[in-house]
Structures are given as structure tokens and as C-alpha cells.
């Protein structure tokens, strides 16, 4: 202790795997000063770190909301500890569409083995989806390449102003539906038409859904503003409500901006520019490009640290695991963010098909669009007056905006689709998954 503060020292052991490659690039292979200025820069932009990224994420959201805070007994005029408002402050149960098979609540609905259906599931996850090719027209054959655009910090942009539950679910039967309710809904969207070049928001795979099916609220909530009228046959709502990543996003955010500027890029930049600073940016400094990898990975291991499965051979279906135990294991924050950023992407591809523009395939945050030339700016809609189609994809350095994933030829494309592969998994030549994207 030093001034009443608590104070540790964090080692990264390097023979023992402290700094994954996937996470910190070749940081591992650094000299010793510039692995020192790497860990500072990082440690002082978002957080000394600790462990991997992905548990670094996740305390990062625990030191800026923390759980509890000093209250005095105004009675007695001692000081305690109770629950800080807006944060997590106790372990709760997921709904059992939540929860992950392995959980208790599930082993207690259902036998072993048991295979949950979409209407005992939720199942939020982001795209995978390749179009039929099938339905490439020809003029869309015509084009000579494939060019893929990658949604910068998705996850993150997704968290930002996200209305969060708080607290335990409550279950509520035929319920009205309600946007300002987190949680889980029971409801049938499989009625709502999209143009097929198109993927469906409601699922992962982007086919429509077979019935009723389990969907967190931003999900529901796009279908409805899509004007479609939804009947929950029940639900899981949180009316205990808080915008509990905002402080999570805002950190990562001006951590991955100030690094970014580091590398050269910042806002403002026309889009050439911005494009030519991309191309470059990793050379520019090895050092701070493996800040900006460990930034990345810190948002989306920090998302998928808040539903963590079970881990060890020892493991048994059924039983608790110590994740459990943590505020922070809440499968329903991880499904609100990958809902927003799915439906934020279908939003900004329907703004594109309004122009007659279609994605041939999607990864995540990555979609891949066919063009008459090998940059984004050679297909990329404008308005007549020159400038970015609104509500759109665009070119940018922020979060929320798009860079250049990479580029192929389209009967490269095309033969992937015939296969039944997706392109956007090897736009940039690599496994886009293997890489961490």
C-alpha cells in the first residue's frame, strides 16, 4: 500500500507465452528497450496489462466501473462498501436462452446431449455469409476484382451509448415489445423479406430464420425500424438499465486513436490519403503497430471474455466453473454487441443496395464487394456532389468507419463461392480468423 492506493508489479514472462503473437505481433521478438516502450505505451493508453488481451479487456472494464464504492452508515458514521451505480455488482444467472450449453440452468432444462433449437437459444453471433452465386448477374461477373472493406474497432463502435442490463433477468410472457428493455426475446421474424444478394440481419449465417427464434433486443429493435410489427411470445428483460461500456469504449477508443496517429493516420485525411497512410502505417513503427494489434485484441477478447466457457479436461457438463462467479460473466452484454455491430453492418449494406450495390460475401466486419478496380474508391457510392453516400460505409481512421481489407481477383472470388468458401476470410491473402480479425 502506498498513500492508502494498492500498488503490484505485472511480469511478462516471455519463454512462458506472455505476449501472444496474435494479440502482440512480433513484440516477443523485440529488444528489450523497445518491448519496455511497447508494454509503457500500452499499459499507459489503456491498462497495465494482465495476463492475455482478452483478460486485460475485461479488467479494464471492471477498473472504470468498479463494483462497489465507499458508503458511510449514516447512523453509525462508519464507512463500508455497497454497489456503485451503473456497474455490475454481483454474479448473476444468465436466462437459460443465454446461457451456453454447458451451463447448469441448461443441464436442469434439458437432457444430455440435448441439441437447443433457435427457440431455446439465443444465438447472436456475428456474419458468415457467402452470397449464392447463383445469383451474380452478369454485369456483376464482369467486374475484374474483389475488394474487401474492414469496419474499424466494430465491437467497440458497438458498445458505444449500448442501454445494458444491470442486473438479474426477469421473465415476462407475451410481452409488448420495449427497445429500452435489454435482454432476450422469443419472437418470429422469419415473415420479413430481404432482397436475397442481401444477408439476413436476424441470423449469423444470414439465411432467414425458420420461426420463432431468441434475439437480444437490438436485434428486434432493427426490425421494427425496418417497420415490421414483432410479437414476443415471452421474454428475459432487465429493466435495471445502465450504459455500462461507454467509460470501456471511450479508453480503447482514444488508446486506438492516439496510437493510430502514432503510425500516421489520423482524422480528416481525404480518402486517398487515408488509403495511402493505411498502406504504410505497419512499417512506419513495428513498435506502436503492435500496440495497435494488442488494442484490437483487447476489445474483442474483452467481449468474448463476458461469456467464457469452461476450460481443462477436467471439466464436466453441469457444473459451475469459476468464471461464473465474476460480474462480468454476462453472455447477454456479449450478445447486445454483437447484435449492434451485425445490424449496424446489414444497416449500411442496405444503404448500398439502395444504389444497386451488393456484397458477394461478409465476416464479421468485413464484406466483400465486387469493383472495376482494386481500390475501395473505385466502387464506393458518392452522392452527386462528390461526397460519401450518407448512412454508408465510410472511409475513415475512427471507429465505426471502414479501411481497406484487401484485394483479389474476381474469378479468385468467384471459385471460393462456387466452393462454398468465404472470401472475406482470405481477402488479404491469410485466414482472417488465424490473424485475429
Not at 494479440?23 to 500500452?42: I, K, M, N, T
Request: net charge negative; proline share 10%; hydrophobic share 40%.
Amino acid at each position: 500500500m502506498q498513500s492508502g492506493r494498492r500498488h503490484c508489479v505485472q511480469f511478462a514472462v516471455l519463454p512462458w507465452g506472455a505476449l501472444d503473437s496474435r494479440a502482440w505481433g512480433s513484440a516477443d521478438r523485440f529488444a528489450p528497450a523497445e518491448l519496455a516502450s511497447v508494454l509503457g505505451d500500452y499499459a499507459t493508453r489503456v491498462i497495465t496489462p494482465r495476463g492475455t488481451t482478452a483478460v486485460t479487456g475485461l479488467e479494464l472494464m471492471t477498473a472504470l466501473r468498479p463494483p462497489t464504492r465507499a458508503v458511510k452508515d449514516e447512523a453509525t458514521g462508519t464507512w463500508g462498501s455497497g454497489p456503485q451505480p451503473g456497474s455490475l455488482s454481483a454474479p448473476v444467472d444468465p436466462a437459460p436462452p443465454e446461457a451456453p450449453d454447458e451451463h447448469p440452468v441448461v443441464a436442469q432444462l434439458y437432457p444430455r446431449g440435448h441439441r437447443r433449437t433457435p427457440a431455446e437459444m439465443l444465438d447472436e453471433e456475428a456474419y458468415d455469409w457467402i452470397r449464392d452465386p447463383e445469383l451474380l448477374t452478369d454485369a456483376e461477373c464482369a467486374h475484374t476484382h474483389a475488394v474487401g472493406i474492414d469496419v474499424n474497432m466494430a465491437f467497440a463502435a458497438a458498445a458505444n451509448r449500448l442501454n445494458l442490463g444491470l442486473g438479474a433477468p426477469e421473465h415476462r410472457t407475451a410481452p409488448a415489445f420495449d427497445k429500452a428493455l435489454p435482454g432476450s426475446w422469443l419472437v418470429d421474424l422469419s415473415h420479413i423479406d430481404f432482397d436475397p444478394r442481401l444477408p439476413n440481419p436476424f441470423t449469423p449465417h444470414g439465411n432467414r430464420p425458420e420461426g420463432p427464434a431468441w434475439y437480444a433486443t437490438p436485434t428486434v429493435a432493427y426490425a421494427v425500424e425496418l417497420g415490421h410489427e414483432v410479437r414476443p411470445v415471452e421474454a428475459w428483460v432487465r429493466p435495471e438499465t445502465g450504459s455500462y461500456l461507454d467509460a470501456w469504449y471511450t479508453r480503447l477508443r482514444d488508446a486506438y486513436m492516439a496510437t493510430m496517429e502514432r503510425l500516421g493516420v489520423v482524422s480528416g485525411m481525404s480518402p486517398p490519403d487515408f488509403l495511402a497512410a493505411m498502406e504504410r502505417h505497419k512499417q512506419a513503427d513495428p513498435g506502436q503497430a503492435a500496440v495497435l494489434s494488442a488494442i484490437k485484441a483487447t476489445v474483442k477478447g474483452g467481449i468474448g471474455k463476458l461469456r467464457e466457457r469452461p476450460q481443462g479436461a477436467r471439466y464436466r457438463p453441469g457444473e459451475r466453473w469459476p468464471a461464473l462467479e465474476r460480474p462480468t460473466w454476462r453472455p447477454d452484454i456479449r450478445a447486445a454487441v454483437i447484435s449492434t455491430a451485425r445490424v449496424n453492418m446489414h444497416r449500411k449494406m442496405r444503404k448500398f443496395a439502395d444504389t444497386g450495390l451488393f456484397p458477394v460475401a461478409v465476416l464479421s466486419d468485413c464484406v466483400v464487394y465486387l469493383s472495376d478496380g482494386p481500390s475501395p474508391l473505385d466502387f464506393l457510392p458518392h452522392t452527386p456532389d462528390g461526397k460519401p453516400l450518407p448512412g454508408g460505409f465510410r472511409l475513415g481512421v475512427s471507429p465505426g468507419m471502414v479501411k481497406h481489407e484487401g484485394t483479389q481477383e474476381f474469378l479468385w472470388a468467384a471459385q471460393l463461392l462456387d466452393e462454398g468458401h468465404n472470401p472475406a476470410r482470405h481477402i488479404k491473402g491469410t485466414d482472417a480468423a488465424l490473424d485475429g480479425e
